[in-house]
């Protein structure tokens, strides 16, 4: 697969069980608890001081077993339907006992979440999750079940104060309507990150006349930091939430060689452009930019060698995915369709006839004569518009969103739902998000998500107020650091196949202290260059002016829910204070800086 990284079985160890851990039984029986099937994660055992904290707040996830296999095994005779092919072309991937995309590899085998306790289409978002309140999830969650934070939760990067007294005043209905309108949305945080990093906004003809030669990679430098400062600071929060997915889905690296000139105006004028816009629009701008035609090899294409690599990520990842039935002729033909589309010496798309390769052509049903050079590119846009309707395109790119917004092993109906509406609406995503909205899985799934590492970082600069100050483009450039650091930078994935987007793939000791550690870094204001909230001031008035109260008013500031008895009594010994011990210093003599990161550490601000 052009630049993917090389397939193969990859064990995932699956460590101690706890109250939800996964027994030896369990193991040798190749059997795994119901809530596995979901992504939920588990809780730690509980532990002594800070450790019994974070225990008995669920912090840390469980391993999952898991086998990764993502390459396809080219079999003949009987798999491929033609007892006469021996080489392989019409071998179809899934017979040949490949995943349907590399996410499902880490779920396959913890079973199927199709009960989610609730399900069906309801009139509004609104009535959809009060059907949800109503109904018992399949798999409980610590989470509250306050629809208005499991929304801020999944259609924005963390709820803050902020964002929760927006949504209660709005509704649901009407603060999803404005979301789903970007442009009415006043938006002071993302346009003060846009004008921080000027290259942001000029084409590639700009840029080749403007970056010395010897800073070419500061475009793609400011993309990453903008990237992370977006998510942290713009009100148009569920349009960056869908930047992130289908950057994700159409994924070029930042930075990639040959893109120091185009791959901030691929984040601008293919993806932030369609977003909320067809995804047909999409493709068929991807297939026309030069970011895309150089790092899948398309540019390099010639009729009289012809690159694959374009073709087959074009099937297997763009579109009707790897079960969406193609085989290798599809591939191969969808790549003699795709020559011609390069880039000139100034770095801009053409479509040079001269280099098209002609002859009949057959993809998934889809057949051109092909027989004129300079009528190639028209013929590649009937493709591409034939593949972005297909009913395998609409499944596929359904579960990816079901899986991005509801739980990592979404219900099958749901998918159907989805699918049905994304092609009824010509692959309108904003049609696709009113049908995911108004579905009570997607209410009742509170908990069944975890966030990565970018987003735990982004979320807790969210909620503990972090803004930008004196120096907030190294600050931002610290955060970056720290998310690659991680294995999470915005836009920095190499395969071309996306981040993974469900909980085991993302389950270390290294990710989850990394996580830890940043959230003392915020609170305690030892990242420079940005506005800090003083940790004493995280919390809002401890009315009884109790320890008990203090512990009730941080942890409602910093998670918006209460404690439950047993962990707030681990964190009343943490903090070596009783219950109903005065506290008078909202400092606590220093508890605070302490108390908070113990909160982010746990299992309710690592969930989402």
């Not at 027994?23 to 994660?41: H, N, V």
């Not at 010897?214 to 993309?223: A, E």
């Not at 289908?246 to 369609?274: E, K, S, Y």
């Not at 049903?365 to 050079?373: E, L, Q, T, Y």
């Amino acid at each position: 697969m052009g630049k993917r990284r090389a397939g193969g079985s990859e064990a995932k160890v699956v460590l101690g069980a706890g109250a939800h851990g996964v027994s030896s039984k369990e193991r040798q029986a190749g059997t795994l608890p119901a809530w596995l099937a979901a992504g939920r994660p588990s809780l730690h055992r509980l532990m002594r001081n800070r450790r019994g904290a974070l225990a008995a707040f669920g912090a840390g996830a469980v391993g999952l077993a898991a086998a990764s296999s993502t390459m396809a095994v080219l079999l003949a005779d009987e798999a491929s339907g033609r007892p006469d092919d021996t080489t392989g072309a019409q071998q179809v991937p899934q017979k040949a006992g490949s995943f349907t995309n590399r996410d499902a590899s880490y779920t396959a085998g913890t079973g199927d979440a199709n009960d989610l306790g609730a399900g069906g289409l309801a009139a509004t978002p609104t009535a959809a999750a009060q059907a949800a309140l109503a109904a018992t999830p399949r798999y409980p969650t610590p989470l509250t079940r306050d629809p208005v934070l499991h929304l801020l939760r999944r259609a924005t990067f963390g709820p803050t104060p902020d964002s929760v007294s927006e949504v209660k005043q709005l509704g649901i209905d009407a603060w999803l309507d404005r979301q789903l309108a970007p442009d009415t949305v006043s938006d002071p945080g993302g346009d003060a990150v846009n004008k921080l990093y000027p290259y942001l906004t000029m084409s590639i003809e700009q840029l080749r006349r403007s970056v010395p030669d010897d800073k070419r990679n500061d475009p793609s430098f400011q993309l990453g930091r903008a990237t992370i400062g977006r998510q942290i600071w713009t009100s148009r929060q569920l349009q960056e939430v869908m930047v992130d997915f289908w950057a994700n889905h159409l994924n070029i690296q930042n930075p990639f060689d040959g893109g120091w000139d185009n791959r901030t105006d691929w984040d601008r004028t293919v993806i932030r452009a369609h977003a909320l816009g067809r995804f047909s629009d999409m493709l068929s701008a991807s297939a026309r930019h030069p970011a895309m035609l150089r790092y899948l090899d398309n540019a390099a294409s010639d009729k009289r060698s012809v690159n694959e690599n374009y073709g087959r990520e074009l099937l297997e990842l763009h579109t009707v995915g790897i079960d969406g039935g193609y085989s290798e002729t599809d591939v191969r033909n969808c790549a003699y369709v795709m020559t011609g589309r390069t880039v000139d010496r100034n770095g801009a798309f053409v479509f040079d006839s001269k280099r098209h390769w002609t002859g009949a052509v057959t993809v998934m049903g889809f057949s051109h004569p092909n027989k004129k050079a300079s009528e190639g590119l028209a013929v590649g846009d009937q493709l591409l518009a034939y593949l972005a309707t297909h009913p395998s395109t609409a499944k596929y790119i359904a579960r990816k969103l079901a899986v991005r917004f509801v739980c990592d092993n979404p219900p099958a109906a749901l998918v159907e739902r989805l699918a049905a509406a994304y092609l009824e609406s010509g692959t309108d995503t904003k049609a696709v998000l009113g049908v995911l909205f108004r579905s009570v899985e997607f209410w009742i799934a509170t908990g069944l998500k975890t966030r990565r590492p970018l987003e735990n970082i982004v979320a807790t600069a969210r909620v503990v107020g972090l803004s930008p100050g004196a120096g907030t483009d190294p600050a931002l450039e610290n955060l970056y650091n720290t998310a690659d650091r991680l294995g999470h930078a915005p836009l920095a994935w190499s395969p071309p196949d996306g981040y993974p987007d469900v909980a085991a793939a993302w389950q270390s000791a290294h990710g989850m202290l990394g996580v830890w550690n940043c959230h003392r870094v915020m609170v305690q204001g030892k990242m420079r260059g940005l506005t800090y909230v003083p940790a004493a001031q995280l919390m809002a008035a401890n009315a009884s002016g109790t320890a008990g109260g203090y512990i009730d008013a941080m942890s409602q500031r910093l998670v918006f829910q209460p404690l439950s008895a047993e962990q707030k009594a681990v964190v009343l010994k943490f903090l070596d204070l009783a219950e109903g011990a005065r506290v008078t210093d909202p400092k606590t003599g220093g508890r605070a800086e302490q108390l908070a990161p113990l909160l982010l550490d746990s299992v309710y601000h690592g969930l989402r």
